[in-house]
């Protein structure tokens, strides 16, 4: 913007000074002409007094050469029966002859070499008349006209220089203020929900009333966001405070089970469950400027492996055939431990959900040097439309669905750079749900995560 407020302001001062200095340029040409003919002109008249009084050539000689012009041998004077007293040109003086010879003498200027020669009929006695012949040199016509040109010019750099240093100055003030703009935005977008843009004092003095108004309106929105995200964190820790009711019967219902691994899933589930939610009302609680710095990284076949644990009590209730294949080897991925796991939850639940009781699934997980992929299948009847059941909000798993499973997935494969594909298994002949993860970023485990490889969980 800074250096297109330079450019405008040259292009317009160029086009002002182009309109004003070339006329006035020619203007001066013109005006050193006439001064120069006029001049001789005076020099010409200076003469006539003499001619009135005599016409003897000594004497003409005499008057010549007490003018300027005639002691610069420029002045001559045709006199009545074709003598020329001076140094006449000869074109001048054939002219002059030719004036004479009229009967309306008239005088003129006629071309000669290396300038014009300026005829002034002149009467003397017995109604005759004498031409004076003036010559006027071409430097004489244009004596002035290239200092005037070049101070004119340089009348013209200069106004562009201030034109110039003008824009440049209102363009930086200009440029200044939408930096500052940007990094504010720039810097509410990373999180900073504490930045302003200034509009009053130093930092904004010179901005453009447009710019001001424009922060205004950044300030109000940047305060409108604080305000909605407040609003949100205190609805969510409400919504799951109101859970805790709920929570708690379950709890108890869960201890008076007894013993037997369903119970034990059961009562692992509600505990879980009951820290989930504890973790997200202290979350909304949180301020986020003081939200701890989140450490990402994860072994995907030891959360893989945990939760296919955790969904094979189900399975056995239901009969479910199930198989999990490539977890032995670790596979660290770039995402929280406890997000890969809500996704994992997200894959298994869909297939507890939308298939007949007895349905068997098998879980695949593949890891290479640039991604980990994790498979999901099973024997169902597979994907009608496979389009609209990752759009969020569009699943039809009936009641208890809110078809925002695979949208998480999508969004836990998206932020590592990777995808989602949905199709139909090779092996079971239901739907099959594929999910990458890139690894180009080098993962660091945490220790605790850190083992030897084990051998697969298998369930026939």
């Given amino acids: 913007m800074r250096w297109a407020m330079v450019k405008a302001a040259i292009a317009g001062t160029v086009m002002v000074a182009l309109a004003f200095l070339i006329p006035l340029g020619l203007v001066v040409q013109h005006t050193a002409r006439d001064r120069a003919f006029t001049t001789a002109q005076r020099q010409a008249a200076a003469l006539g007094p003499a001619l009135a ?156 009333e447009e710019l001001r108004e424009a922060a205004f309106a950044f300030n109000a929105m940047a305060d409108r966001v604080v305000h909605l995200l407040a609003a949100e964190r205190e609805l969510a820790a409400d919504l799951s405070h109101r859970l805790r009711t709920p929570l708690t019967v379950l709890r108890l219902n869960a201890a008076a089970l007894g013993a037997g691994d369903a119970a034990d899933a059961t009562r692992h589930a509600v505990s879980q469950l009951e820290r989930e939610v504890d973790q997200i009302i202290r979350t909304a609680r949180r301020h986020p400027v003081d939200a701890p710095q989140l450490v990402l990284g994860c072994d995907a076949g030891e959360v893989v492996r945990e939760r296919v644990a955790f969904w094979s009590a189900l399975a056995e209730d239901e009969g479910r055939p199930w198989q999990l294949v490539g977890d032995g080897e670790p596979a660290p991925v770039p995402v929280q431990r406890g997000d890969l796991a809500a996704a994992v939850d997200a894959l298994l639940g869909n297939v507890f959900r939308h298939t007949a009781v007895g349905t068997a699934f098998a879980v695949d997980l593949t890891a290479t040097e640039d991604a980990v992929t994790v498979l999901v299948g099973d024997a169902g009847p597979g994907f009608a439309d496979p389009a609209p059941a990752i759009r969020r909000g569009a699943g039809h798993g009936g009641e208890g669905s809110t078809g925002l499973g695979l949208d998480i997935v999508r969004k836990l494969a998206e932020s590592t750079g990777g995808d989602v594909t949905l199709g139909r298994s090779a092996a079971l002949g239901g739907a099959e749900i594929g999910v990458r993860l890139n690894t180009r970023t080098q993962v660091e485990l945490p220790r605790q995560q850190r083992r030897r490889p084990g051998r697969p969980i298998r369930k026939d």
């Fill in 53 to 208: 009084i005599t016409t003897e050539q000594d004497a003409v000689a005499r008057a010549l050469a007490s003018t300027d012009a005639g002691a610069q041998d420029r002045l001559a004077v045709h006199l009545p029966g074709g003598a020329v007293v001076g140094h006449a040109r000869a074109d001048a003086g054939q002219a002059a002859a030719d004036d004479q010879g009229q009967a309306g003498v008239r005088g003129g200027t006629v071309r000669t070499a290396g300038g014009y020669a300026l005829l002034q009929p002149v009467a003397v006695d017995n109604g005759r008349v004498a031409m004076v012949e003036v010559f006027v040199p071409d430097a004489d016509l244009s004596r002035g006209v290239g200092t005037a040109w070049l101070v004119l010019s340089g009348v013209a750099l200069a106004l562009v220089a201030v034109s110039v240093g003008v824009a440049d100055r209102m363009g930086a003030r200009i440029v200044r203020s939408a930096r500052r703009l940007a990094t504010a935005a720039r810097s509410l977008g990373s999180g900073n929900l504490t930045v302003r843009v200034p509009v009053d004092g130093p930092e904004a003095a010179g901005a453009p």
